[in-house]
């Protein structure tokens, strides 16, 4: 009988049902959509921000070269964890003696850390033994130092304390920054050419700005001989943006669901307001305050629940969109998330339902069925 009631008061008054599942339903939809991306956006944010390059450096004291082992015990720390560039740097001279930077790096692990470089070929090991053989060692030039080294873009020679080594441009790097007046070539190269080891090394690290600053203090503890400094730059865009976006999703979430709960309020004391004579005969047969209020219970709670259920199917719709339009990749639906958005719901309108349950307990059965 009491399921029966509760439907029949549902398809009796559809219009009061339909507004108030319609609140319910944009609520959840709209938290599930929140808490999914909550979850996902940091990790997604975080792999945007590697785009950007390091967000950890490790350069020598006093500005001297790093041990040669260096790079394999950042390697043994970082485990995984990151992406490691080791650079070296000299100044040499070109064969008309204008001074120019040169730096020796792992093309490959640049290519992965340092994305945001323009770049308009990188050296490949085949173009590197098809260089060597006919022109020169494979160099990537910086826009600016093009000019300098090679104005016309072909095969150019560098000296270094006595040793000099034929390069050819195999591309040209534009990042607006020191990159665009340095020569790169292979890591291999350069130490064979001027015997000086990495200097620096470039880390970046997954994870959030604890687990970072972790790898940090490992490495310092790991490698006394270099000196270990986070980017700010980055790392504080980072935690910028992320916590932004935290309290952005939370305020949305909390701002639409406040809404829905006065939506869901307001359409409860008219449901009261319209059946006050159904109470008033109810009432006068027997039925308790205790059982009005649980039947008027019941009726805010599968409201809820209805609601619940539809919206967190469309939140998981709109998240997968959200990430597909913003980060280009997919939010996983995650199902542990629909106990909360259920739970929630009903409390939502249990809470919204404690004012008309008060009235309830106003409804006088002689004074309604008289007319007053």
């Known amino acids: 009988m009491f399921v029966r009631m509760l439907l029949r008061a549902a398809v009796l008054r559809r219009g009061r049902a339909a507004s108030a599942l319609f609140a319910m339903i944009v609520a959840a939809a709209v938290a599930t959509a929140m808490l999914n991306l909550y979850v996902d956006v940091q990790a997604k944010l975080r792999h945007e921000f590697r785009n950007y390059g390091?967000?950890?450096?490790?350069?020598?004291?006093?500005?001297?070269?790093?041990?040669?082992?260096?790079?394999?015990?950042?390697?043994?720390?970082v485990a995984g964890r990151g992406i490691v560039a080791?650079?070296?740097?000299?100044?040499a001279k070109t064969s008309d003696g204008q001074p120019v930077v040169v730096a020796g790096a792992d093309f490959d692990r640049v290519r992965q850390l340092d994305k945001w470089w323009s770049v308009s070929a990188w050296p490949t090991p085949t173009s590197r033994a098809k260089n060597v053989a006919e022109m020169g060692h494979p160099a990537l030039v910086g826009v600016r130092a093009l000019s300098i080294v090679?104005?016309?873009?072909?095969?150019?020679?560098?000296?270094?304390?006595?040793?000099?080594?034929?390069?050819?441009?195999?591309?040209?790097?534009?990042?607006?920054?020191?990159?665009?007046?340095?020569?790169?070539?292979?890591?291999s190269d350069f130490v064979a050419w001027t015997g000086v080891q990495p200097a620096t090394i470039e880390v970046g690290a997954n994870g959030s700005a604890d687990e970072v600053a972790a790898i940090?203090?490992?490495?310092?503890?790991a490698i006394p001989a270099a000196d270990v400094r986070p980017v700010r730059q980055i790392m504080e865009g980072e935690a910028r943006v992320l916590g932004k976006t935290r309290a952005?999703?939370?305020?949305?979430?909390a701002l639409i669901i406040l809404t829905a709960a006065l939506c869901v309020l307001s359409t409860l004391m008219g449901w009261v307001f319209d059946r006050r004579r159904d109470f008033a005969i109810m009432k006068a047969l027997g039925a308790s305050d205790r059982l009005l209020n649980g039947f008027f219970a019941a009726e805010a709670a599968a409201l809820g629940a209805m609601g619940a259920v539809i919206g967190f199917v469309i939140g998981i719709g709109i998240a997968a969109w959200i990430g597909r339009a913003n980060f280009h990749a997919p939010v996983v639906p995650r199902l542990?998330?629909?106990?909360?958005?259920?739970?929630?719901?009903?409390?939502?309108?249990?809470?919204?339902?404690?004012?008309?349950?008060?009235?309830?307990r106003r409804v006088q059965p002689a004074v309604i069925l008289r007319g007053e």
């Not at 016309?152 to 920054?177: C, D, M, W, Y």
């Not at 940090?216 to 503890?221: C, F, G, P, T, V």
Request: hydrophobic content about 50%; cysteine-free.
């Open 54 to 77: 390091a967000n950890i450096i490790l350069v020598g004291k006093d500005g001297a070269s790093l041990p040669a082992e260096t790079s394999a015990q950042v390697e043994s720390v």
């Open 86 to 91: 080791p650079f070296a740097m000299v100044v």
């Open 150 to 187: 090679s104005p016309k873009n072909r095969p150019f020679e560098l000296n270094f304390q006595g040793h000099s080594i034929q390069l050819a441009p195999a591309g040209t790097v534009q990042t607006g920054a020191a990159e665009d007046s340095r020569v790169y070539l292979s890591l």
């Open 216 to 221: 940090m203090q490992q490495l310092s503890r």
């Open 248 to 253: 952005t999703l939370l305020a949305a979430a």
């Open 336 to 360: 542990s998330v629909l106990p909360f958005i259920l739970v929630g719901s009903m409390i939502v309108t249990l809470l919204s339902a404690i004012v008309p349950i008060s009235l309830l």
